[in-house]
């Protein structure tokens, strides 16, 4: 069966760093990208950060600068490297995956998440 899973998710103060980390086993296609969605109490899912299958990578606004997002060369691992943490970005970190068959068919993968909270 397919598993993502997700860790190093944690408690950190202000300025603090952290480095999720998710691995995916049981995807018999090729992935597309590999990324991380989050979710803070009472707001909507949001873009963190995603990278392609070709390497390229896109993040969302709230964290240029400050998040990293790299994959292993097994290419089955993505990371998440975090600095400069503030209180805004306490959430439920998701891992998503995208799986293409073929062009009329893309599957997307969830892991559970992980708790981030950041202290002042």
């Known amino acids: 069966q397919v598993q993502v899973v997700e860790s190093g998710g944690g408690l950190v103060q202000a300025g603090g760093s952290l480095r999720l980390s998710c691995t995916a086993s049981g995807i018999s296609f090729s992935i597309r990208s590999m990324g991380w969605y989050r979710q803070a109490p009472g707001k909507e899912r949001e873009l963190v950060a995603v990278i392609f299958s070709g390497d390229s990578t896109n993040y969302g606004d709230s964290v240029k600068g400050r998040f990293t997002i790299s994959r292993a060369n097994a290419k089955n691992t993505v990371y998440l490297q975090m600095n400069s943490l503030n209180p805004e970005d306490t959430a439920v970190y998701y891992c998503?995956?995208?799986?293409?068959?073929?062009?009329?068919?893309?599957?997307?993968?969830w892991g559970r998440g992980t708790q981030v909270i950041v202290s002042s």
């Open positions: 998503n995956i995208q799986s293409t068959m073929s062009p009329f068919r893309t599957q997307t993968y």
